[in-house]
């Protein structure tokens, strides 16, 4: 599971070119993941 985070992560941090869409992607896997429990 948690292997399977990371790697999400990391595709998504190499998907964004600008810090705005970092923090975008990174709040995004937030909520993903706090949905989740």
Not at 11 to 28: F, R, Y
């Amino acid at each position: 599971m948690r292997k399977l985070i990371l790697i999400a992560l990391v595709a998504a941090l190499a998907g964004c070119n600008t810090v705005a869409g970092v923090g975008e992607d990174v709040s995004g896997g937030a909520r993903t993941v706090q949905s989740w429990f």
